[in-house]
Every structure is written in structure tokens, then in C-alpha cells.
């Protein structure tokens, strides 16, 4: 098992904020892992497709969902799916069984248009380093890739990295930021892991914006 992995995989975490939690760090060993939570991403700073932002001084982009992620940096080229709202208000989690898979929260942006988009990935699943294992590594300057349904790839750059407790986790900044511009959050876990709560005790939150398209 890879130095650092926990027995539960992990993308984020689970607080209820505005109706909605975020439950994105399921295990792979029957622990029912939680996260941190977000609240309903708030309408993004109007902008015209196609216009050129303010922070990045690139052309945002139409809507498109988004079909691939790759940070040459890190090692990953995986699948994008889409995850949404479970009945009781927590956000899905990208399926254990596919580690490799990360998740787009598909109320919020997509990547490139205007505003935060959010993209969730486990750290590890079933005692296995999963899509976002090296997420920790990423600096300032590192480029971050999405290839989107219409063809086109929207470029990120990597501004910061935050880690957080889970119950200090930044719901309205990561997810209902307003903004002039397209951004991009990776969120997944971080810090130890928590045999009794069956979670680790951190997120590692990953800000960048669009540099190219």
C-alpha cells in the first residue's frame, strides 16, 4: 500500500451549508467516510462567451461539459464524469470502483465559462492510490488541462494550494465564489487518517484560472 493511504478512499467531505453537503469520501473497506461541505454555487459574474476576462485575459468559453482532466506534472490523464445532488442534499462521489474517474459538479460551471468550476477525485480507493493521490504535489505555475465534449481544452494555471480541517472547509469560496473570470477548483483529501471517524481530517483545495483556450 502506498505510503500515506488510509483505509477509506477520499475526494472531500460533508457539512450541511445552505442545503447542501458534499460526501465525497467514501471507503473502500465499509467505512462510511464524510467530507466538508459546500453551498449552491451563486450566480457567476456575467460574461459573454467568448469575451475576454479580466484576472486571465483570456476568451471565456460556451458551455461544455467537460470529458478529461490531465496535469502532466502529476501523472494524470483520467475520464471527467458528472456528479450532482443525492436526495438528501450530499453531493455524489465519483465511484470507488473507478478510482481513475474524477468528478465535475455539474450545478456549478462547466470549465471555461465564467465563475468556479469544481472537480472532485479520490486521493486513494481500496487501499489504492486513486486519480487525485498527487494532487499535493502541485505549485504555483503548474498547468492543469480539460478537455471538453465540444472539442476544445481549456488551460488552467495553478495559482494556490490550501489545506483545511474539514470542519473549517471554504464552502462559499470554492463553490459560490463570484467571479469575472473562468476558474478552476480540485478538491480531495489530505492530512491523516481518522480511524475512528473513518475520514481523513483534511481537504487539499487546488485554485487555478484559465490561462488558454
Not at 36 to 55: E, L, W
Not at 125 to 147: C, H
Not at 195 to 202: C, D
Request: charged content about 15%.
Amino acid at each position: 500500500m502506498p505510503a500515506g493511504l488510509g483505509r477509506a478512499g477520499c475526494a472531500v467531505a460533508g457539512v450541511l451549508l445552505a442545503g447542501l453537503l458534499i460526501s465525497a469520501c467514501g471507503g473502500g473497506d465499509g467505512h462510511a467516510a464524510s467530507s466538508p461541505s459546500a453551498p449552491k454555487s451563486a450566480p457567476a459574474a456575467s460574461a459573454t462567451p467568448g469575451g475576454t476576462t479580466a484576472a486571465s485575459n483570456v476568451s471565456s468559453l460556451a458551455p461544455s461539459e467537460p470529458t478529461k482532466i490531465t496535469i502532466s506534472r502529476i501523472g494524470v490523464s483520467a475520464p471527467v464524469g458528472q456528479i450532482g445532488l443525492l436526495p438528501g442534499g450530499r453531493i455524489q462521489e465519483p465511484p470507488l470502483s473507478r478510482p481513475n474517474l474524477a468528478g465535475w459538479y455539474k450545478e456549478g460551471p462547466t470549465p471555461g465559462e465564467v465563475g468556479p468550476a469544481v472537480i472532485l477525485g479520490h486521493v486513494d480507493a481500496n487501499k489504492k492510490a486513486a486519480v487525485f493521490f498527487r494532487l499535493k504535489e502541485l505549485k504555483p505555475g503548474d498547468k492543469i488541462q480539460i478537455g471538453r465534449k465540444d472539442g476544445t481544452t481549456a488551460t488552467f494555471t495553478v495559482e494556490r494550494t490550501q489545506r483545511v480541517n474539514k470542519d473549517a472547509f471554504p464552502h462559499r469560496k470554492v463553490f459560490g465564489e463570484s467571479l469575472d473570470h473562468p476558474a478552476l477548483r480540485l478538491v480531495t483529501c489530505g492530512g491523516a487518517f481518522d480511524p475512528k471517524a473513518g475520514h481523513y481530517t483534511e481537504n487539499l483545495i487546488v485554485y487555478s484560472t484559465m490561462t488558454a483556450s
